[in-house]
């Protein structure tokens, strides 16, 4: 008898790997502002955005291991 994935189970495989290139995206365009010397765009980006971006990816991630 083979095993047939629960319902929803891709759904979810596909969501992990869109965010985590959206998380690769968005840490790239961070990387391209500084190699312009656009750093305090940046650090905008970083402290204001990113933060609340992780948290919420972090919490994301938490309700996945469950």
């Known amino acids: 008898m083979r095993s047939v994935p629960q319902k929803g189970t891709q759904g979810v495989a596909a969501g992990k790997r ?3 290139e959206h998380i690769l995206q968005y ?4 990387k391209l502002l500084d190699k312009n010397n656009m750093g305090s765009a940046a650090d905008r980006l970083r402290t204001s955005k990113w933060l609340s971006v992780k948290v919420f990816f972090e919490k994301v991630k938490s309700s996945w291991g469950r």
Do not use: K, T
């Open 18 to 20: 869109e965010l985590q």
């Open 27 to 30: 840490s790239r365009f961070i």
